[in-house]
């Protein structure tokens, strides 16, 4: 039978042993986990909170919570907890089985955002320099994948984007997502937006393979999850040529993050805001549901 996978929807996802055992685990989007009882003070002062986290975190981690009292015994998948709230997340692998993390820190909104964006896995390819993109278009070209080019205003070594993260966990094995930085830290990527028409950052393009790019399609508007992901799925349904996505999706196995170890990474959504030069010098201040 077919697992079936649950959604980062904006909302809590009460969990069951039912549903655990019907989606198997992660596979590509991150959950975050708080392990609670109802007749717990401090979880009943965490739950609006986590309400509100599951709606900021909405298309890029899975928000749960596990009733301790209702569901005594805790899955494999969740570990152990000693006591409530114990707030854990479950952290899936390119190879398969999924890591447990505990969060022992503040348990503010921001803080616990962060402490997810860190630990979101992703497929994104980033593109600092004109070898790095001749990578990607081989990898793409060996794996019959077509290309989304989001060209984004940002320093190099900085961190992806959780909306590209969960982008390229969402779409995995359908598609190659490729974070283009164009900034004056990486001087080396101004030739390839210019061959492409990219003149103002953000800016999302679709290459369907190596002989469309010289005809890319451009995405219009904000470019949101949303958006994104629909933009994604028209692109695809128009595709030329068909796909190896049983094969494509061990693209980067053994290699979950292409930008950095998961400890390292943190939420950027404005990391670009350091005096560097946009691309037409738009101005970068987005929501953070948007590149």
Known sequence: MMATQ?????????????MLAASGGPSSLLWLVNICRPSCGFCQALTPRWEQLAKQLRHEVVVGSWDAHAHQTLP??????????????????????????????SRQVADLASFAAALMPSF????????????AGSSAAAWRLPRMLCFVRRRASSTTPPLLKALSSTLRGQLLVLEVRVHSSTPRTAAI???????????????HSAAHEREPVWHDGPPTFRRLRAFADEMLARRPTGRLEGEAAGLHDGSIESDGSPAALAPAEHEDADGGEA??????????DEL
């Open 6 to 18: 649950l959604q980062a929807a904006g909302s809590v996802v009460a969990l069951s042993p039912e």
């Open 76 to 105: 494999p998948l969740l570990g152990e907890a000693n006591a409530t709230p114990t707030i854990r997340a479950v952290v899936p692998s390119a190879t398969g089985g999924a890591r447990l993390v505990d969060y022992d820190g």
């Open 279 to 288: 691309v037409g010098g738009m101005d970068t201040t987005r929501e953070r």
């Open 124 to 135: 994104v390819t980033v593109v600092e320099d004109q070898e790095a993109w001749d990578r």
């Open 193 to 207: 937006a210019e061959r492409l028409g990219v003149n103002a950052t953000p800016a999302v393009l679709w290459l």
